[in-house]
DNA sequence: TCATACTGTAACTATTTTTATTACAGAACA
DNA sequence: TGTTCTGTAATAAAAATAGTTACAGTATGA
């Protein structure tokens, strides 16, 4: 994965966790991350596709976890988050012409399929509500 | 990681692995990766200073490997290319005021290293002869 | 019912990161 | 001694990421 999506996500999880079930606005996430309310909303809205939050619009609205933190895992968090490859989305085009050019993209896919399994593993081992009781 | 460091490195090394104790010069490297030769020499400096490769300099130059295939495995290379931290080295610095900003930068680097010591251990399992013998 | 305070989303700008280009000194070769 | 490389720096271009502004739509409550 890439950029800061995973650590973004993970620290509204861990905020929402933190509030029991209390409505948590944008602009109060993004107090605690130190960064733009549209950011934090966008990364909601992700979060709401995959099913980990709800939210509530109007005068007094915000988020809330729609799970359980204990059924919330963190390779899922992964998954749900990553929008590109693990190691380089190389939009490169290696030369057609040269046999390793040619068929380098797809071992290279291959290889990267199997180490981000094992990273989506190790972080599967994990649920929303181990991480967050660190902060306890 | 990121960006393509892994890729080029990797492609790098199974092209001097494909041909054998050849010499290949960058321009002829970066022909098949289809970049810049001016990054694949810095990749290849990086290669040399953790032992991969060697070069000569001069007209009728460029690198080899330095070590055998059968030695070189995909977890050193990895470790040898990754400039930053895996899942996004954020120079974001959350709120201290917040008890779950003061504290999530250092959960999520654990959090990080444990993950990608899994995805590392999985890189280490594969040589770059083991990858460079699919091309054959 | 109307002012207020949110979400959701788009459009745009700014910043940062990545990649490419140009340039050139120094090395090896013929 | 001209040619062809590496190594490296400086700069420019391109791409990715994050921030900003703006606003329609929704809920609340006075």
New binding site residues.
Partial sequence: M????FS?SLHILTLLDQVKGQ?????Y?AGSI??????V??E??NL?KYGFVQ?????????TLAKNPADINLGDVYRAVK??SLL?????EPNPDCPVGKQITKHLTDLYDEAETALVKSLSSKTLKDFSAGFK
Avoid: D, M, T, Y
């Fill in positions: 890439n950029s800061s999506h973004i409505l948590l606005n944008s602009e996430i130190n960064c733009n309310p549209v950011l909303r966008k909601l809205a709401h939210s509530k619009e109007g005068k007094g609205g915000g988020s929008q590109k380089g989305e190389s939009k490169n």
